[in-house]
């Protein structure tokens, strides 16, 4: 398809393209644009709540070289289905509603996305993500692969409804400039990456809207996030209020359960993150730390900002010096730019 164009009137209920039961489409090169393509309103379940695409059952959508303009609502996977984008575009053409790049609800555990030097930005109204994790009103369970992706200047980079479980394992990830999150785990989270930046995030003006920084996972739930050369920075508003400069607004929010697991560093395979300016107020933090009683947290090898809460000149955490006195370095307790404990504990060196 050399160059779609939808110039009709979209009703949110009718997919454009639809890959069901056990089919299977490959789209090459091309752009699929207009007005036509992906709803304003819900819609229904069955057509993918208003999506351009909708992948369901045990169907399988290729797009390779792409780009999608759409109104509101790009491509949803639901069941056991799969999508897989190489060298794609999502945009959104209307941002006047809730809307999402790529959404994966409705799953029985299988349904899957894998994206490679893929781009998803622009769903910018609030409750909207770049890729959207969503319960349907029951247990839902899907996996994201991201190498080489971008998910930008939406409501939220990656969105977790309360019953969703959202795996995640990425490579070279870039968040940024998100109004609200880079990612908000309302459901459960199981996040890996490796490589990239959550950044930007959660800059919007003030609004009614709550704010999440660069990533929350706040829920009660059994969370696990590993992070590896990842640059967590400017996730804050410039304005300080009670809303921006509540500690969930932070770089990274850890909390969750006892079964809960945080590693973002440790003595045997050093995090080499950067957790720096995401202190909107004195209430925000580049880690805090909210976990479940007996949760450490394993930050070893990490950069912060540098002469404050005892991180030395160059923004490291070494033992001998306070507050690493001992070893291995653990504190459960504290509040500064650079950390917040408030429950568990933070392991900042050994």
């Known amino acids: 398809v050399t160059n779609y164009v939808s110039d009709g009137t979209a009703n949110g209920q009718l997919a454009i393209v639809v890959v069901a039961d056990t089919a299977q489409l490959t789209i090459i090169g091309g752009t699929w644009d207009g007005q036509g393509l992906g709803g304003d309103s819900q819609g ?10 909708h992948v369901f059952g045990n169907g399988k959508l290729r797009a390779e070289g792409v780009t999608f303009a759409v109104n509101t609502r790009g491509i949803a996977v639901s069941g056991e289905a799969s999508l897989e ?27 899957r996305m894998v994206a490679v030097d893929t781009t998803i930005r622009g769903f910018s109204w609030h409750g909207s993500g770049a890729i ?5 009103g029951g247990p839902s369970t899907a996996t994201a692969t991201l190498t ?6 939406s409501g939220v980079g990656i969105n977790v409804s309360a019953q969703s479980t959202a795996v995640v394992r990425a490579t070279n990830l870039k968040i940024t400039n998100n109004l609200f999150s880079g990612v908000y785990c309302g459901g459960t989270c199981d996040i890996d990456v490796a490589g990239g930046a959550i950044s930007g995030n959660a800059a919007h003006n003030p609004t009614p809207f709550g704010y999440h920084g660069g990533i929350w996972l706040g829920s009660p739930q059994p969370h696990k996030l590993k992070l590896r050369n990842v640059a967590v920075i400017n996730n804050r508003n410039a304005t300080i209020d009670g809303n921006t400069n509540n500690n969930g607004n932070s770089g990274v929010t850890l909390a969750g359960t006892v079964a809960s697991m945080f590693d973002l560093g440790t003595a045997a395979s050093p995090g080499a993150n950067t957790f720096m ?3 909107t107020g004195p209430s925000t933090t580049g880690i805090n730390v909210q976990a479940a009683p007996g949760v450490t947290v394993s930050a070893v090898g990490n950069t912060f900002a540098a002469g404050v809460q005892g991180a030395d000149a160059l923004g490291k955490y070494v033992v001998g010096a306070a507050p690493c006195t001992a070893s291995p370095c653990v504190v459960t307790s504290g509040g500064g ?4 404990v408030t429950s568990g504990s933070l392991r900042l060196a050994d």
């Open 85 to 111: 984008l190489i060298g794609c575009t999502i945009n959104a053409r209307s941002r006047g509603a809730v809307g999402y790049g790529v959404m994966l609800f409705n799953s029985k555990g299988a349904g």
């Open 44 to 53: 229904l379940m069955r057509n993918g709540y208003g999506a351009a695409f």
């Open 132 to 136: 959207y994790f969503v319960d349907d």
């Open 277 to 279: 300016g995401n202190d």
């Open 148 to 153: 080489n992706v971008t998910l930008a200047d």
């Open 337 to 340: 730019p650079n950390y917040i």
